[in-house]
């Protein structure tokens, strides 16, 4: 995060997770900013997103899929040096479940974030 403060492992998930949910464009990108580091690298089954810019992006196709949808952290984290594990619900605004996910994320030097991969659970038929 850019503050002089240091968050915790959990605010920074919960930052992380924020991100997702904010459909506001100019609120997101200060979230991505503040979440991610300038080179960070979100990774799962659909993407393969660098920067900030790739992550908005990201961040805002999901949104244009799936308007009004609900990401919601399902389990403590797990933490192992700088490696974090956590796993999280989508589910779109009528309440169907999208996709179940669990997220591994290194954290970089700086308390940011470097890189998330997400995996995927099963996915609902279409």
């Known amino acids: ?6 968050p915790t492992t959990e605010q920074l998930v919960d930052a992380y997770l924020d991100l997702w949910r904010e459909a506001d464009g100019p609120r997101r990108r200060v979230l991505v900013e503040a979440v991610f580091t300038p080179d960070g690298r979100h990774v799962d089954p659909l993407a393969d997103a660098r920067g900030h810019d790739e992550i908005d992006a990201l961040v805002a196709g999901v949104h244009a899929h ?19 594990r956590f796993t999280w619900t989508l589910d779109a605004a009528d309440g169907t479940r ?15 974030l470097g890189r998330v991969v997400g995996f995927w659970g099963e996915l609902p038929d279409a």
């Open 98 to 112: 999208v996709v179940d996910g669990l997220d591994v994320a290194e954290l970089a030097p700086d308390g940011r």
């Open 66 to 84: 799936y308007p009004g949808f609900a990401m919601t952290r399902t389990s403590g984290i797990d933490q192992h040096g700088d490696q974090l």
């Open 1 to 6: 995060m850019t503050d002089t403060t240091t």
